[in-house]
């Protein structure tokens, strides 16, 4: 086990790793697809595809979606049983995140707006860090508030659903208006719901801490749901 200090420590040194790995696959995804191998050449006024380089590139994002969700499991398991590391499976969930995110360089070329996207996170994330060490004494309140916010963000989506078919094809301006003004309604609602579940996370690992720390593990754990949070604000 591990002291108070040291907890915290292991916590956010896990947390930081998996943004670094992220993000480090993440650029040299981009620079090997766009630059080195790119998926795409402009020849005179036409563009090309490198078919080989498509392909590579389609099947390394359709693994990593499918070991994603198989990680998640295993970390998840490995956790409930207390027994084994998931040490491995923390860094190559990491790993295959940031081959999904590469998908981003593709849409969005201009690196400012990523930038400020990040430094945005950035702030969102530690603000809320800070606001769950503090009331960390009122948790049980955070999570009523991110259950209801869940229930109503779950019901504006079944709404759009069903507006949905009537919004592309029934020609009903209204209803199309409708629809894009539930659908920010439910990005925002998201948002908040994912800053809601920061400060949990964060109050989660200070009672933790004030009761002596917990194993590796739990350090990993707690590690990979900030790590969550973050990517999830982004």
Known sequence: RVTR????SKVFLYFGLGILLTAGTTILMSVIFNSIWPMYTLDGKEIVQNATSAMTYYVLTTVSSIL??????????????????????????????????STISFYISNMYIIGLALFVTAVL????CAIGYITHQKINIFARVA???????GILCLVNFVILPFALFGGNYE?????????????????ALFL???????????????NGGGDENLALFFAMNLYLDFINIF
């Open 5 to 8: 200090f040291g907890f915290y």
């Open 68 to 101: 994603l969700i198989a990680l998640s499991l295993v970390i998840t398991f490995t956790s409930l049983r207390g027994r084994g590391s998931i040490k491995i499976p923390y860094i190559l969930y990491s790993i295959c995140m940031g081959i999904m995110l």
């Open 125 to 128: 994330f530690l603000s809320m």
């Open 147 to 153: 259950f209801a916010l869940l229930i109503c963000v």
């Open 175 to 191: 209803l199309a208006n409708a629809y894009m003004w539930i659908y920010w309604i439910v990005e925002i609602g998201l948002l």
């Open 196 to 210: 809601i579940y920061t400060v949990i996370d964060m109050a989660r690992i200070r009672r933790v801490a004030e």
